[in-house]
């Protein structure tokens, strides 16, 4: 008990130490833009006093450690400002948009490990055959790919050719009773089939372009652990005693290369976090991806600082849930 108390506070430390090693980057970054968000705030027709006015009710007239040291404050207590353009509470507008995004991302990691881990496993039992060959050009495909492009094919496809799925937003019509935020879940809750085929349909193209390039990590970590695992002595006595293979691969074999894939699991929840800023905005998908990206266009700080904060705050969280992961997989990662 008092080891895992131990671990506990070490990981919160970490988590409070990169939270305010984010905050310092940004306001170093905004502090070299050559942007001035009071001018923007204020228009292009606005005066001189107009625009000085503006800068001084949002105290950006400050020097930076002040306004950096003012941003602490508000922050300890929870308040992570006002949005320029929007003129409402920051928090408020990433607790609305946060569950579009975790929903998207929660899809395409789940579709990824669905897919991936099958294909890793049947290309390192067919290892150097056709198969295995068209599954690796497959995965260097899912590197090489830019996920705009990406999305923009899959539109002109499934879209304006077959005309199978919708091209925007999280569906269509009026969204279902608020429970959690999830269409999906809320949908299911509110035991409304249509509003959940609607949904279901919305999130597949983006969905979709996320996990694939996660998806050609998890088959190639998975086929490297498999193929690990597949050489080592143990297994060759298990098949020496008589085990049939398929318990062998999927039983023992696969239960060590799931060690390699979870810890992939926490690099890529941010891959998906940073893809879906470029994928929500090219679907209309109103997440925290298509804030950031609204929030730069406008050089609204405050947004940018806090969507940036909560970003980093659900990887930091998704990595610690990943840690214990693989302590329940390989008890031994526990006693290190």
Known sequence: MPRALAATGHRA???????????????????????????????????????????????????????????????????????????????????????ATMELAITAMVVSLAVGIPLGVVAATHRNSLLDHALRLVTVSGFAVASFWLAIMMQLLFVMRLGWLPLSGRIEGSAPPHFTGFYLLDSVIALDPGRLLSALLHLALPAATLAFPVTATIVRFTRA??????????????????????????????????????????????????????????????????????????????AILGATLWIAAVYIVINMLVDFGQALIDPRVSAR
């Open 13 to 99: 430390g970490q988590f409070v130490v990169t939270l305010l090693g984010v905050v310092v980057i940004m306001f170093l970054v905004q502090a070299v833009v050559p942007a001035d968000p009071a001018a923007l705030l204020a228009g292009q027709s606005a005066t001189p006093d107009q625009i000085a006015a503006i800068r001084t009710q949002y105290g950006l007239d400050q020097p930076i450690p002040i306004q950096f040291l003012h941003y602490i404050e508000r922050l300890v207590t929870g308040d992570l400002g006002t949005s320029l353009f929007t003129a409402r509470p920051v928090l408020n507008d990433l607790v609305e948009r946060l569950p």
């Open 225 to 302: 652990g498999m193929l690990d695992g597949l050489s080592r002595s143990s297994v060759r006595y298990l098949d020496a005693m008589g085990l049939p293979r398929h318990v062998i691969i999927w039983k023992y074999v696969l239960r060590g290369a799931l060690t390699s894939v979870t810890t992939q699991i926490g690099l890529l929840s941010g891959a998906l976090l940073g893809g879906s800023v470029v994928v929500e905005a090219i679907f209309d998908w109103p997440g925290l991806g298509y804030y950031v990206v609204n929030s730069v266009v406008m050089f609204d700080y405050n």
